[in-house]
């Protein structure tokens, strides 16, 4: 069974810094693309970042490009989501997603992590 | 960036009956074009990709067809566990990106 658990969501200062994890099992992590998703409250869906298999390969939305650092530890069967000078507009679950088929899909998801930027 | 637009957003029907919803996108992106299922307080469900291929598991109530920029989600006969928010994306291209949402409710 796949399964993806995030980590590391919480409260944070305007303009601080917050690291999430996704933990991966059942999977064969190292050969699949994975990204970060997120929904503000009562929001739709939008997507934040991709890094390939190897991890050689990174993508950003524009609204977090030079803020935000995706990265992975393939030993350790782990993504992480390096997210700095955060703002109030940043606030909102965060889900990690597996690559899934016909093309760049989503098709397994974490249970998300709650990510609150506030003072 | 290639832009998804839904409609409608909201559909309100009885059981049993058919619902259809469709997805647009600004740029031709041939059949690279899932659906997903989101509940209240859940992670999003893929129910379709490359434009029609049904997910594993999924009930064959729920079809997609179309290509280049216009898509359509069917569910032929409405069940009670339907009610959800649907949101197509585009497979395509970086940005990768969401239409807004249809939130199907039961009668």
């Known amino acids: 069974e796949v399964q993806l658990v995030e980590s590391g969501g919480g409260l944070v200062q305007p303009g601080g810094s917050l690291r999430l994890s996704c933990a991966a099992s059942?999977?064969?992590?190292?050969?699949?693309?994975m990204r970060w998703v997120r929904q503000a409250p009562g929001k739709g869906l939008e997507w934040v970042s991709d890094?390939?298999?190897?991890?050689?390969?990174?993508y950003y939305a524009d609204s977090v490009q030079g803020r935000f650092t995706i990265s992975r530890d393939n030993s350790k069967d782990t993504l992480y989501l390096q997210m700095n000078s955060l703002r109030a507009d940043d606030t909102a679950v965060y889900y990690c997603?597996?690559?899934?088929?016909?093309?760049?899909?989503?098709?397994?998801w974490g249970q998300g992590t709650l990510v609150t930027v506030s003072s | 960036d290639i832009q998804m637009t839904q409609s409608p957003s909201s559909v309100s029907a009885y059981v049993g009956d058919r619902v259809t919803i469709t997805c647009r996108a600004s740029?031709?992106?041939?059949?690279?074009l899932a659906w997903y299922q989101q509940k209240p307080g859940k992670a999003p469900k893929l129910l379709i990709y490359?434009?029609?291929t049904l997910q594993s598991g999924v009930p064959s109530r729920f079809s997609g067809s179309g290509s280049g920029t216009d898509f359509t989600l069917t569910i032929s006969s409405l069940q009670p566990e339907d009610s959800a928010t649907y949101y197509c994306?585009?497979?395509?291209?970086?940005?990768?990106?969401f239409g807004g949402g249809t939130k199907v409710e039961i009668k």
């Open positions: 997603a597996k690559d899934g088929s016909g093309g760049k899909t989503f098709d397994y």
């Open positions: 059942g999977i064969t992590f190292s050969t699949y693309a």
């Open positions: 890094i390939s298999a190897s991890g050689s390969g990174t």
């Open positions: 740029q031709v992106i041939g059949a690279w």
């Open positions: 490359a434009a029609s």
């Open positions: 994306q585009q497979a395509n291209t970086f940005p990768l990106t």
